[in-house]
């Protein structure tokens, strides 16, 4: 159930802190707007790896973009150069 309370609710802080469990984080607001998340340490550790495993991710997909257009460039080149050999 998702847990959201007001941030003057850390007044009694262990009582929001045993709300806290892993896949059941708790939110506070203030003035009206969601402000902060308290995550399970175990879902923080879970959630910190994830994204750094999608920024390598997307760190080699920029890499392999750049290896494939200088191989299709060096295609093409092999391409013209046997082209104006033949000539």
């Not at 879970?46 to 997307?58: R, S």
Request: aromatic share 10%; charged share 30%.
């Amino acid at each position: 159930m998702l847990q959201i309370q007001h941030v003057s609710e850390l007044r009694n802080y262990n009582k929001v802190l045993n709300k806290v469990k892993k896949d059941n984080p708790v939110f506070l607001t203030k003035n009206g707007y969601g402000k902060f998340a308290l995550i399970d340490i175990e879902e923080y550790d879970e959630f910190t790896t994830a994204l750094e495993l999608v920024n390598k991710l997307k760190k080699l997909k920029n890499q392999s973009t750049i290896i494939l257009m200088k191989l299709k460039e060096n295609y093409l080149a092999n391409v013209l150069i046997k082209i104006i050999k033949s000539f």
